[in-house]
């Protein structure tokens, strides 16, 4: 298995280690998954994420041969700015989810652990005549929670300024850090690329701050959940196009029907009219009654039993103190407005339909 530059802080920090991704990662710190979720929320929590695939794309109209095979707007992305995006296939599914960023001439990517040596290639075939460098002398990390901006300025005082998706490359002492201010746990705060030889540094920089925790996997997942995160090879696949899985706010109009340059990308013919033409099932977001976590793969029925759907992402939410699921649920259902349920070992556990994210969002948009 591969460990990540920060593996030996991680040890030192008494952190439990599991195979995620083909890494050795971090699932949970002393602290337990629960109080770290909680910290997270109440302050700033630090995140390796260093087994994420760092790209960089560069060569003349490359920002043009990336749209052909993604279907958001990449030609207009103001530079300095980061957008979310996803690799679609020609049957309109999901292959990966992602961030880039416009740094002039080039383009920064983010991709997924367990995705990255397809998305690789997958960018080398398509991209022709650009080239796709694979970032593997950075570590990843990201600091996320209320008191995340207020930490890390006192490190690098030029952070304080950002906006929610603006990337920037920042000086610490003599160090470029490459800097997002976005995250995967609906809170503000940023995601850090730092040179594997300075990782240690910069971390326990962080880490000397009494608001500042180290947070594993396990509390990762629970706040995705709450901020209504898809995670990739759960909520979203090759089997569930972008409208099903309820992101097709990251398809701008330009790229919709009638918009100036409408689709072009893989699936377009499948995933477009979905605008328009409800698609059969929809993930949706559920408060669950009790106490008892419902999980992945538990099916959701209607009053006589009948399956109208699926749940993708189930655990319970430290901080509304509930169980909450995302599932896939039948449209023609939710347009009746049945109750549903999670079946459950034979029990039939009432469900309550939910906005998304349950727990809201705390971007920093200036």
């Known amino acids: 298995m591969k460990r990540t530059a920060l593996y030996d802080e991680h040890i030192a920090s008494g952190a439990r280690m599991v195979e995620f991704a083909g890494y050795e990662m971090p699932v949970q710190y002393p602290l337990g998954v629960m109080k770290e979720h909680l910290w997270v929320r109440e302050n700033a929590g630090l995140f390796d994420v260093s087994h994420m695939g760092q790209v960089m794309l560069r060569g003349e ?29 020609d049957e309109g599914g999901i292959t990966d989810d992602l961030m880039f960023a416009n ?19 997958y960018l080398r075939s398509s991209l022709v005549g650009c080239d796709v460098e694979v970032i593997d002398n950075r570590a990843l990390l990201a600091i996320q929670g209320p ?15 950002m906006t929610f998706m603006q990337s920037s490359k920042l000086d610490w002492q003599g160090v470029e850090l490459w800097v997002s201010c976005s995250g995967y746990t609906g809170e503000d705060g940023y995601e850090v690329s730092v040179p594997n030889d ?54 701008q109009k330009v790229r919709r029907l009638d918009g100036e340059r409408a689709g072009g990308f893989p699936g377009a013919d499948i995933i477009l009219p979905q605008f ?8 949706v977001g559920y408060l669950v009654d009790g106490r008892a976590p419902v999980r992945e793969g538990v099916d959701i ?14 655990g319970f939410s430290p901080t509304l103190a509930q169980p909450i699921v995302m599932a896939y649920v039948s449209t023609s259902s939710l347009g009746a407005d049945q109750p549903l349920f999670a079946s459950v070992r034979g029990k039939s556990i009432p469900l309550t339909l939910t906005t998304m994210p349950f727990v809201p969002s705390r971007y920093y948009r200036g």
């Open 147 to 161: 008191k995340a901006r207020e930490v890390f300025t006192r490190m690098v005082p030029d952070v304080l300024s």
């Open 198 to 251: 300075h990782a240690d540094a910069f971390a326990s920089a962080l880490l000397a701050f009494t608001e500042v925790e180290w947070i594993g996997l396990g509390a990762r997942d629970s706040l995705r959940l709450e901020a209504g995160l898809c995670l990739y090879g759960h909520d979203i696949d090759t089997n569930t196009t972008p409208v099903e899985a309820s992101i097709n706010w990251a398809i």
């Open 61 to 89: 109209g490359v920002k043009s041969s990336l749209e052909a095979i993604l279907p958001v707007d990449v030609v207009d992305l103001a530079e300095g700015m980061q957008r979310y995006g996803m690799f679609t296939t």
């Open 301 to 314: 029925v209607d009053a006589l039993g009948n399956i109208q759907g699926v749940v993708t992402s189930g």
């Open 103 to 121: 740094w002039g001439d080039d383009v920064f990517m983010v991709v997924n652990a367990a995705c990255k040596e397809q998305d690789i290639a």
């Open 276 to 283: 328009a033409n409800k698609p059969a099932r929809k993930r």
